[in-house]
């Protein structure tokens, strides 16, 4: 059908005005996209090219250079050396299993890693870097730097490693690094950046440990341009971060290094004190290993000898470890009565070889008795009737506030690791840590340093300080750091009278010196070099009344882990003090025997900054010493993984 002209005219109208309203849309759809590019283009031009800078752009953390530690005459003893290692970063990586399937055909790789490395990257970031394998040959750098388009997100790089020089020496004061772990990062709550980086190597133990934050040092950044694949360019910019601090220690690496050596063989600890400005010179324990280990990732067999032996060599016996100091003790008890005025310096108390009380029969050591004793001959041979008696009277109180002030029961502020605080026990810590009251046999077995009574070779050492130079000093094992020199804490005076004081120190002089003295065998030839002491052995285990009946058995026939500890506690020279040494042997019987004859020889080495002349020790002794001299120059000639093979030989 033919339409008319109207038609055709309201039919055209339509069309055009939907032509105008497309059009109309589409110029205004126009107009948006030419507003959005211009926003994008130019208001933000800077967002969008930060956007794409980072897509060619890589920002990393540099490792500072960790911080070194010398001793106090600048040898290194804690240092650093090179260390290269390859590294893979899961995110950039893709398939990371097939990545180190082909990486193992290139360089060869334990399977352990391959599985520590794989679980790693399961539980860190996508895009942090985690070590595949440690300590690779600059070769193996090279295979994988030229194979680098087939290992994608794979690096080779080289950072730095702890390195302890004197390996075995130092290790229960310098302690070892390792890397950071797990549990490491759950003790933090705003852990540092760096602990990111793939095995970073933080303080575990020792001087690492407790002055962690001195030797980190902060990190630097790098800036990279990568390629569409992840592989570095070049390298855009750098800012250095600062090394962790140098840290001096008090300790003489020479003294450190025979005191070591003289104890080797045995399960024991050694520390030697400057007795007027509180340096700790050595602090040896015995037996040692080698930190080294730690840092390069112990094997189990080598860690788990170290954990099964029975001479536990991983413990730091000198500041931890803790002993009945037995009659090391006795000085304390004799100036809290001194002090106290229940006993005068010219009193005698008899000794018939027991004391009874409330039907319990307390012995001493001589089962014959020593007869009438004072304050001098109760030192010198070590009568233990003496101090049952003086202990009873003043009591435990009075002990316990001597003792105290001398610096035992307290915890020195030293760096090391679980510095002990000892135990110094009183009334009210027998209620609160035992729920019993305290009776007057406790107040006779402390008065003898058994009982209760713990300290730990480095608090024996402070206490024989202060007996010796009448000064409240405190120890010191930080010389300086970056050269800022540790200041010398002393606290002045000791609140004790100077005549009871010279009196401890005359009956001490006479233990070594004088013909009944219980470490007569053990004295120092020469009035510029004479020691002053005191021997010390304390039980470990009770001896039955029955035993006493038939005999005590003597240490020899016990097994080791059954018999005393040996002690020995001394200063020299008597006259003007300059060191005080302590040494304990654990179950080492008497300490007259065991202790009293390495402290001198530890004494006089430190005295002379050296190997001591034959003359400084009595004659008809000397080739006894030649001949241990001799032993001792052989083994710190070796190499240190050498010297503990040989002290296993003289063990």
């Not at 109309?24 to 996209?33: P, T, W």
């Amino acid at each position: 059908m033919k339409r008319s002209p109207a038609d055709t005219e309201a039919s055209a109208r339509k069309i055009t005005r939907r032509g105008l309203l497309l059009g109309g849309l589409q110029v205004s759809f126009a107009a948006m996209l030419v507003g959005r590019m211009r926003y994008m283009q130019v208001e933000q031009a800077d967002e969008y090219r930060d956007l794409a800078e980072e897509n060619r752009v890589k920002f990393s953390l540099i490792p500072p250079a960790r911080g070194l530690i010398h001793d106090r005459n600048g040898v290194l003893i804690a240092g650093n050396e090179q260390n290269y290692r390859i590294v893979m970063v899961r995110e950039d990586a893709g398939d990371p299993e097939a990545v180190l399937t082909r990486l193992r055909k290139i360089v060869w790789i334990d399977d352990a890693d391959v599985r520590r490395a794989l679980d790693e990257m399961r539980r860190r970031s996508p895009f942090v870097p985690v070590t595949v394998a440690d300590r690779i040959a600059w070769e193996d750098v090279a295979e994988v730097a030229v194979n680098a388009p087939a290992l994608p997100g794979v690096t080779a790089e080289v950072g730095l490693s702890r390195l302890y020089p004197r390996a075995n020496d130092f290790a229960h004061v310098i302690g070892y690094v390792g890397p950071v772990s797990d549990y490491d990062l759950s003790k933090l709550v705003d852990p540092d950046p760096l602990l990111q980086i793939p095995r970073f190597q933080i303080g575990k133990s020792g001087v690492e440990a407790k002055m962690e934050l001195d030797l980190r040092g902060s990190a630097g950044t790098r800036e990279v341009e990568v390629n569409a694949v992840g592989r570095e360019m070049r390298e855009l910019g750098r800012e250095e971060g600062r090394a962790g601090d140098n840290i001096q220690l008090t300790v003489d690496a020479d003294l450190q290094a025979y005191v070591q050596a003289r104890l080797a063989g045995e399960s024991a600890a050694a520390v030697v004190m400057d007795t007027v400005t509180g340096d700790v010179l050595a602090i040896g324990s015995a037996p040692t290993f080698d930190p080294n280990k730690f840092v390069r990732g112990i094997s189990s067999k080598d860690y788990n000898t170290l954990i099964n032996d029975i001479y536990r060599p991983l413990a730091a016996k000198p500041a931890q470890g803790t002993y009945p100091p037995g009659s090391t003790f006795k000085m304390v008890t004799a100036l809290a009565a001194l002090e106290d005025g229940v006993i005068d310096l010219n009193e005698t108390i008899r000794c018939n070889g027991h004391v009874e009380v409330h039907s319990r029969r307390f012995h001493c050591w001589k089962r014959a008795g020593h007869g009438p004793v004072d304050l001098a001959k109760s030192l010198r041979e070590s009568c233990d009737i003496y101090y049952y008696e003086i202990a009873q009277r003043v009591g435990i109180e009075k002990i316990s506030a001597m003792a105290r002030k001398l610096g035992l029961g307290e915890r020195h502020d030293l760096p090391l690791s679980a510095v002990a605080q000892g135990l110094i026990p009183t009334k009210a810590w027998k209620r609160e840590a035992r729920g019993a009251d305290w009776v007057v046999g406790d107040s006779l077995n402390a008065g003898i340093g058994q009982g209760f009574v713990l300290a730990s070779p480095l608090q024996l050492t402070v206490m024989t300080a202060r007996l010796a130079t009448g000064q409240a000093i405190h120890p010191r094992l930080v010389r300086s750091v970056n050269g800022v020199e540790t200041p010398v804490r002393n606290d002045g005076p000791l609140d004790i009278s100077t005549s009871h004081l010279e009196a401890i120190r005359q009956g001490m002089y006479e233990v070594v010196n004088a013909r009944r003295g219980t470490a007569g065998r053990s004295k120092i030839v020469g009035d510029d070099m004479r020691m002053a002491g005191k021997t010390g052995t304390s039980q470990v285990r009770n001896i039955t009344t029955a035993e006493r009946a038939r005999g005590v058995f003597r240490n020899e026939d016990l097994p080791w882990e059954r018999r005393d500890h040996a002690l020995f506690v001394g200063y020299a020279p008597h006259d003007n003090p300059r060191y005080a040494v302590t040494v304990v042997v654990e179950h080492g019987g008497g300490g007259s025997k065991a202790a009293a004859p390495i402290a001198r020889d530890v004494m006089l080495q430190a005295a002379y900054q050296g190997q001591p002349p034959l003359e400084a020790y009595p004659s008809n002794q000397r080739g006894t010493i030649r001949s241990r001299q001799r032993d001792i120059e052989e083994m710190l000639e070796m190499p240190h993984a050498e010297r503990e093979k040989a002290a296993e030989g003289r063990a």
